[in-house]
Each structure stands twice: as structure tokens, then as C-alpha cells.
């Protein structure tokens, strides 16, 4: 059957799992006795007429998440706490290539809520009044609509470069759920884990579609994104010149002059807030070059006013409050699809892209450099190391000298060599090969990239 709408599933919980789903949103929809005139993506643990017993469940697991996640700053007991978290969600090592399909005691406890305690009943009770083709981009209400009936198709889009045994089923063997995978070390894990391979459909990552078209040669606003963003991460001109045949080959066209504009760097703070003291340290180290206009630094800050209020501080306590507007600035926004939407329109302008290796290691196939900040778990740990496979990515200097290796970096180079990489080897239209799959039945994979 082909349909026009999906109901799309995330969870409000950080921001990854429901920046997979923004991309789609053109296809999201939600029952009608909702009552809801512009519908939107549906958030799993928080909808209209949730039950409080669903909202417990939820929040008791979302809260210890985040509270771990800040206290990993506190020496002794808050590392000793993450580690102990980080031991229950960690991904084994994927080599040697072996069978990985026993399922483990997170995912045993998982299953206990949704059979016994009924997690996730009431929202599949609630969909299957009108049954259209499931896309969930986490696990927990994949599961739960298939231990609750749910009578239409199930998708799973996977969020990270690779996953934990905890994304598929108790017996996977028997599952009905089809997997979206945005890599190819996901496909080759979901194997390991016991999906059958015609269970499995290699799409990519959904990037968002304001910033990349459905056709690879109708490109010309990324491409020509991505040449001014070359001009700006070499302005010696040492990679232009070496590479000169092979930027024409990839963007169509050589690039010649000298950037007339400065270095724009956005620094993004994950869903937990957790590392905005890198924020500070880089307000301050590059305070002189963001006041001569040499760099534009963009704080982003999500959804947390607290960490908006730490930053306008830091900004007035370097006498940057008066190059608000011009060469700093802070995105907040208090509503996660209007922040989405707002940073993805910030991306047109972003030259690197500072951030742990979170969902946005995938923004590299904008073109995008991604500065890593350090990581926060074990998927993060992979997410950097297919940032250094794709050679899209480096890790950051010590934030207190950013000025130091920033400015070294550009005049080598080398971010502009990690700009040209991730949008040659990176995927970049999931969220097309998605729909295609969905909504057209059409088997659609992942062609433009295989290196990983």
C-alpha cells in the first residue's frame, strides 16, 4: 500500500532521538480525536492523554540519564557513576565478528514494563484507531507496539553509528519491526544481534531538508554552501591549491579568492547541559578576535534558558554583550522543533561545527568539520571513531587556547580538508530514502556512500 502520512515517534528526552524525527516531519501526523490542527511529531512520553503510570516510567529513567550526566564533572563519585551507567549501555566491540543476539538485563527490565507494567499500551491503543506505518526513533515504542498489536507497519530509524544490543527485540528472531539504518556498521550490527538482513534497510541518517534537495545534482544550495565554507576554513589557500582538482570534480567548480568574511564557529550544548564550561572557555579565549571580527561565534544553548543565562553572563563579563547580532550570539528557543528549525537555519552560516560526537556527527555530510567535545557514553565513543573513519572530524584543543590551535588548523587547512570529506563520504539523504521506503513501498537504500 502506499500512504501520505506516517505517525512519527520520538521520545523528549535530550535531543537526538527527536532530531532523527524532525526531517520527517513532513510526513508526521497524529489521530485524529487529538484535535491537533497542525500536527506533529509524537513524542512517546509526552501526548495528549498519556497515562500518569507511563509518565512515571518515563521520567524515572530520563532523570537518572541527565542527573549522571552533569554529576561526570564531580571527581571520584561522578565518574564512578557514569562508568557504572556507561557498563549497562556500552556496545560491545565489534570485532571479532561474532553472534551478539543474547539479549541482556537492560533490555529483560525493558520488556518487564512494557508486558507486565504496560508501557506504551495506550499510545498503540490510541494509533490503531487509524493503523498508518509506524517511524520511531527509539526503541521502547518499537517494542511496545509489537508486544501491544499495533496493526500497521513498525519502522526503527537508529540514531547513532552504532547501537547497543538494547535497540532490538528479546528475540529478534521473531520480530516484525524493520530497521532503518543510517550506516553500514549498524546494518552489519543489527545482524549481529539476531535481525534477519530482510529486516533491514540502509537509509542514512535523515539530515534536514531546507539545507539538502531530493536530487544529488538539484544540490546548488549545499554545494555552494560548502565551496564559500572552504574559502573561509582555508584562507591561506594551502588546500585549495593542492586539491584543486578534486574540489572542481566534487563541487563543480574550483575556488578562488580570499574570505571576506569571518570564521563562523557554532559551539552546541547536548540535551543533558551538561560541558557548557567549554562554552565559557571558549567565550573567553577568543573574546579579541570575535571584537576585531576575525571569528563568529555561535553559543547553542537548545532549549535550556539556564544555560542561555550562563552564556549572556559570560558574553557581559567579556564586554562581548554589545557584538550581540554581529559577532556573537546565543540560540535558545523554549520549544525543541522551533530551536531545530532555527539551528538548522543558523547551519547556512556555520563554518565548523563544535559539539561531542553526539546524532550530529552526521551533520558532517552538510560539509560541515565537526569539532568533537568530548563524549558522554559508549555510542559516543563510536560516533567518534566513524567521525575519524570518514575523516570528517577532529578532537579539540584544550578550549582555554582555543585562539591558538584554532587559528593554526585554518591556516594548514585541515578543516577544510574535514569539510570536503564528510560531504564526500557521509550520506546526506536519508530523510528522502526514508519516505521512499514508508510512504512510496519502495525499497529505497543508501547508494551515494559505502565507505561506511
Known amino acids: 500500500m502506499n500512504f501520505t502520512k506516517a505517525y512519527v515517534i520520538a521520545v523528549d528526552m535530550g535531543y537526538g532521538h527527536q532530531r532523527a524525527a524532525y526531517p520527517l516531519k513532513d510526513i508526521s501526523t497524529t489521530p485524529e480525536s487529538w484535535n491537533i490542527a497542525d500536527p506533529y511529531i509524537i513524542s512517546a512520553n509526552n501526548y495528549p492523554g498519556i497515562p500518569k503510570k507511563d509518565v512515571k516510567m518515563w521520567n524515572s529513567g530520563r532523570g537518572v540519564y541527565e542527573w ?64 498508518l506505518p509506524m517511524i520511531t526513533t527509539f526503541f521502547t515504542p518499537a517494542f511496545s507496539a509489537e508486544v501491544h498489536g499495533y496493526k500497521g507497519e513498525i519502522y526503527c530509524l ?19 519491526i524493520i530497521y532503518l539504518a543510517p550506516s553500514h556498521r549498524v546494518q552489519e550490527r543489527l545482524k549481529a544481534y539476531g535481525v534477519s538482513p530482510e529486516k533491514i534497510i540502509t537509509t542514512g541518517f535523515p539530515l534536514p531538508k531546507e539545507l539538502v534537495a531530493p536530487d544529488t545534482d538539484k544540490d546548488t544550495l549545499l554545494r555552494s554552501v560548502v565551496l564559500r565554507r572552504i574559502m573561509r576554513l582555508d584562507p591561506t589557500g594551502t588546500f585549495r591549491e593542492k586539491f584543486k582538482d578534486q574540489i572542481k570534480a566534487s563541487l563543480g567548480t574550483e575556488v578562488y579568492g580570499s574570505p571576506d568574511e569571518p570564521v563562523s564557529v557554532a559551539f552546541a550544548i547536548g540535551g543533558a547541559a551538561a ?55 546565543i540560540i535558545y528557543h523554549p520549544q525543541k522543533m522551533d530551536y531545530f528549525k532555527e539551528f538548522n537555519h543558523l547551519l547556512l552560516d556555520t563554518d565548523i561545527l563544535w559539539t561531542k560526537p553526539s546524532e550530529l556527527s552526521f551533520y558532517a555530510g552538510l560539509g560541515l568539520p565537526i569539532l568533537i567535545a568530548p563524549t558522554l557514553g559508549s555510542q559516543e565513543e563510536y560516533n567518534e571513531e566513524w567521525l575519524h573513519v570518514v575523516n570528517a572530524g577532529i578532537g579539540q584543543g584544550n578550549p582555554v587556547y582555543t585562539r591558538e ?15 570536503l570529506n564528510g560531504f564526500l563520504n557521509v550520506s546526506k539523504r536519508g530523510a528522502y530514502h526514508i519516505e521512499s521506503v514508508v510512504i512510496k513501498n519502495k525499497p529505497e537504500q543508501m547508494q551515494d556512500i559505502h565507505l561506511v
Request: aromatic residues 12%; contains cysteine.
Open 405 to 419: 590551535w584554532l587559528f593554526d588548523w585554518l591556516e594548514s587547512g585541515i578543516l577544510a580538508n574535514h569539510a
Open 275 to 329: 560541558q557548557y564550561q567549554i562554552g565559557l572557555d571558549v567565550i573567553k579565549s577568543l573574546a579579541p578576535d570575535i571584537k576585531n571580527g576575525k571569528v563568529k561565534l555561535n553559543l547553542i544553548a537548545g532549549v535550556s534558558n539556564k544555560i542561555y543565562r550562563i552564556f549572556e553572563q559570560a558574553l557581559k563579563k567579556e564586554g562581548l554583550d554589545l557584538f550581540r547580532g554581529k559577532g556573537v550570539d
Open 68 to 131: 549522571i550526566s552533569r554529576m561526570r564533572e564531580m571527581p571520584f563519585i561522578g565518574e564512578r557513576l557514569f562508568a557504572l551507567m556507561n557498563y549497562f549501555q556500552r556496545i560491545e566491540h565489534f570485532y571479532p565478528k561474532r553472534d551478539l543476539s543474547k539479549s541482556s538485563s537492560q533490555l529483560d527490565y525493558l520488556y518487564f514494563l512494557i508486558k507486565k507494567r504496560g508501557l506504551g499500551k495506550h499510545l498503540v491503543h490510541e494509533l490503531n484507531k487509524n493503523p
Open 158 to 176: 537508529c540514531t547513532d553509528t552504532d547501537i547497543s544490543r538494547a535497540w532490538v527485540p528479546q528475540h529478534p528472531e521473531n520480530s516484525r
